[in-house]
């Protein structure tokens, strides 16, 4: 447990320092900024003090430490909140919530008064019943697509995660309006351990 506490300080330490330098994602035209992280008994340092990380490098050395701290949940089966907010249409902006058994997706519903039109639906349009389940991931999932993102030079990136399970509660990774890649943009809270199959 302790070696997650200093891991999650570590990465507090290197977004402060690399969210000081150049706004872009990218690891072309980006100054290094040269990180010291100490533990806090004064023992050799997690980043060697000649180590020269990047804004890029640095998110993405967050998000592995987020994802070694997802690892430490009790159960692969939960639930969980969650909202796109891209889409071509209002109803696939709407609150679902994800089950997901044995670390697949296993259900995705609407959540209550979720489901909204706002008139750019073609003629005749309906909501389905249910939220296309393909359009939606596990928690594991969401990482795969920071991951991904990150990796293709995005314009602008904003992620949050929880203090506690490490999951990613919200992101915003924005593209030039020239890329092939399409924005990113998610909220994800309250997971809920729930019965399931044995793990």
Known sequence: MKNIYYLTLLF??????????????????TPSTSVVAKLPDDS????????EVD???????????????????????????????????????????????????????????AVTTDGSEPAGFTIPDLPNAEDYYTIDGLFKVIEEALDSDPSRVSVGFDSVFGFPTSAVIEFPP????????????QIVPIPGPPE
């Open 55 to 113: 804004r890029k490098t640095a998110m993405l050395l967050g998000l592995d430490i987020h994802r070694q701290l997802w690892a430490t949940r009790p159960s692969n089966n939960y639930k969980f909140g969650f909202k796109w907010n891209v889409g071509d249409f209002a109803y696939e902006k709407a609150n679902v919530e994800v089950r997901v058994l044995k670390n697949e997706i296993d259900a995705v519903v609407w959540a209550d008064n």
């Open 44 to 51: 050799e340092p997690v980043v060697p003090a000649d180590a």
């Open 12 to 29: 507090v330490f290197i977004c402060v320092v690399a969210c000081a330098s150049d706004s872009s994602a990218t690891s072309t035209n």
């Open 178 to 189: 020239d890329s092939e890649h399409k924005d990113v943009s998610f909220f994800a809270a």
